[in-house]
């Protein structure tokens, strides 16, 4: 049987992290098995629904890579694919569990369902129906109908013993029948509530297999109970756990946490995010952490899904990030640095592309940019401190006669490229029985003005030009003399 997932998201605003996790799963489970992947939106809870959210939808998917073979725009068999397009055809499923004696009619008012809850003998809020119209005859119901009285259609669930399902993640989960509740399936507005309409889409389409989230685990023997009243096999389901911000707290946007849209603004690469939230909640039989699209779907299985909940670990994904552009080819990561260096330099003649290949190695994300080149405009105010450096044996002394000793070497020097810096310096340090780092960590200090910058003392200098790096020389000269004395 051909493997059919679908991804079933409310549009109900930004697409939050556990839900994208959700869809990338399913997608992984449908490529993997060459099965196909669906997208349906599930928008009948039209007070919920948030404009735009669809769009959001649309763009996740196709930014990550998650494309859907069937879904509202791009058509297939199954369809609509919206679900308050196919509000006509729930009834007449509704109707055919009247028919085998499984569903019902029911007329009573609020008042009268109102009053249950009141009398409820253990005072709590469930108050489960009294089957009070499951005994009407089918006059009484021809006539109620024929008077345009308003009705639901209820399931006739079980009173008795247990009902159980099993998911693959959670293993087996059993309800007692006497805590289920004869439960709508259609309103008196004729609409099917959510569980009716999410049961028989996913049925109609063909769905193999279920994933979402845990919250959903509670329900879902209601939801088999629907799928054997009807005769129908249910799909396999995988519960996922939530993705948590800390030990205690569930991720929520509401709270600050960050949804997709909120991490690509602040400069994470979708194929990093992608990988990284494939392995919340999931882990392969080896070690890897770095996975292509195409390695995900070869390695992906349901059985490396863990019921533990993840912590996001917004560290681990910038490291993830970094690593991305390491591995990134130059071009394609030109295109997305290039705008972000050029807001970022204003200095006419600085060679962006030599600053953008220093920065590849180093960045985490691409908002990070600004920050790491700041100085290149402008020296910032600095401590003379940061001449001093443990590793490099270099105390304010040092660095003051090293500082000294570069400034008429490098006026001299005439080939103002890296190569030839480098070499002029060692010379230099070597002359003076020195080591490299006295010569090379006052110099990179007196350029940058910071603690650590994206390149050294002569990738620095050949950023900032001859006449400027000499400049920021005797500038930490004159700082120097002034704080020794
Ligand atoms: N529409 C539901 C949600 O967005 C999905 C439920 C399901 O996947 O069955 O949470």
Redesign the pocket.
């Known amino acids: 049987m051909e493997v059919r997932t679908?991804?079933?998201?409310?549009p109900?605003g930004y697409m939050h992290i556990g839900?994208l996790r959700?869809a990338l799963y399913e997608y992984l489970i449908a490529k993997s098995k060459g099965g196909k992947f669906i997208l349906r939106i599930?928008d009948t809870d039209q007070e919920r629904k948030v404009e735009g959210s669809v769009d959001v939808i649309y763009n996740t998917l196709k930014m990550t890579g998650l494309k859907h073979d069937e879904g509202p725009d791009v058509g297939g068999e199954y369809g609509p694919y919206v679900q308050s397009e196919r509000m006509g055809m729930y009834m007449k499923y509704a109707l055919e569990l009247v028919e085998k004696g499984k569903a019902y009619y029911c007329f009573c008012t609020k008042e009268r369902l109102d009053s249950l809850k009141e009398n409820n003998e253990h005072g709590d809020a469930f108050a489960r129906y009294d089957r009070h119209c499951l005994g009407l005859s089918k006059e009484e119901i021809e006539a109620n109908l024929a008077a345009g009285k308003p009705f639901v259609i209820r399931q006739l669930m079980p009173r008795e013993g247990t009902t159980s399902f099993d998911d693959a993640v959670y293993g087996t989960i059993t309800v007692d029948n006497s805590e289920l509740d004869d439960q709508i399936l259609i309103k008196s507005d004729g609409f099917p509530t959510?569980n009716f309409a999410?049961v028989v889409d996913?049925h109609t389409m063909n769905i193999t297999h279920?994933?979402?989230?845990s919250?959903?685990l509670s329900s879902t023997p209601k939801y088999n109970l629907l799928y054997d009243a009807f005769g129908w096999t249910a799909p396999e389901y995988i519960h996922l756990p939530p993705v948590m911000r800390d030990a205690q707290h569930k991720l929520s946007k509401r709270h600050g946490d960050k949804s997709f849209e909120d991490l690509i603004n602040e400069g994470y690469l979708v194929d990093a995010i992608v990988n990284y939230i494939a392995l919340l909640g999931w882990s392969p039989s080896d070690n890897q952490e770095i996975f292509t699209m195409d390695e995900l779907i070869e390695k992906f299985d349901i059985a490396g899904i863990s019921k533990s909940p993840s912590i996001f670990d917004i560290k681990k994904l910038t490291w993830m990030n970094g690593e991305y552009f390491k591995m990134m080819d130059f071009d394609k990561y030109w295109d997305l640095a290039e705008p972000k260096l050029k807001e970022a330099v204003k200095t006419p003649g600085v060679d962006l592309k030599f600053v953008g290949e220093l920065l590849k190695t180093r960045l985490e994300t691409l908002n990070d940019i600004p920050s790491m080149i700041d100085f290149i405009d402008e020296l910032p105010e600095y401590s003379t401190e940061l001449y001093i450096h443990k590793k490099m044996k270099t105390t304010e002394e040092i660095a003051l006669s090293s500082l000294k000793l570069t400034v008429p070497v490098l006026e001299e020097q005439t080939e103002w490229t890296n190569d030839a810096l480098y070499e002029r310096l060692m010379a230099l340090a070597k002359d003076n029985g020195l080591k490299n780092g006295q010569i090379l960590w006052p110099v990179r200090t007196a350029l940058s003005g910071k603690p650590s910058s994206p390149g050294g003392a002569t990738e620095l200098a050949v950023i900032l030009g001859k006449d400027e790096t000499i400049k920021r020389i005797n500038k930490g000269i004159e700082m120097l003399e002034e704080k020794l004395g």
């Open positions: 679908r991804f079933a998201p409310s109900t839900n959700t599930e959510y999410n996913d279920v994933v979402r989230g919250e959903y």
